[in-house]
């Protein structure tokens, strides 16, 4: 069974720049596909990154180009690159892992999950 721990949130201002980490423990890292989802204040949990156990990706229509989602094997980490932050970026973000996994964008995908780590794009 493998264990996440997220980390790299903060207060970030508009136009900005922070890099999420996904640190697995306990399992096969490179097995799992790796996701990130967000929940915003009083909003759903939504979809934003996934990585597929073959690395393929994929991303929310309204952060590509700006978020970059990369694993590092060496490191059993998943990484979320998130440039040109915007308010409606803030959120807690959570990685979520399947084993085997495609890449699915729907959460319940994914049996394993982090505590979150609380994204603030505010002036």
């Known amino acids: 069974q493998v264990q996440l721990v997220e980390s790299g949130g903060g207060l970030v201002q508009p136009g900005g720049s922070l890099r999420l980490s996904c640190a697995a423990s306990?399992?096969?890292?490179?097995?799992?596909?790796i996701g990130w989802f967000r929940r915003a204040p009083g909003e759903e949990r939504e979809f934003v990154a996934t990585?597929?156990?073959?690395?393929?990706?994929s991303c929310k229509d309204s952060v590509k180009g700006r978020f970059t989602i990369s694993r590092d094997s060496a490191k059993n980490t998943v990484y979320l690159q998130m440039n040109s932050l915007k308010s409606e970026d803030t959120a807690i973000y959570y990685c979520?892992?399947?084993?085997w996994g495609l890449g699915a964008t729907s959460s319940g995908q994914y049996a394993y999950w982090g505590q979150g780590t609380q994204v603030t794009v505010s002036t």
């Open positions: 979520a892992a399947e084993l």
């Open positions: 990585l597929s156990w073959t690395d393929r990706t």
């Open positions: 306990g399992g096969a890292f490179n097995r799992y596909a």
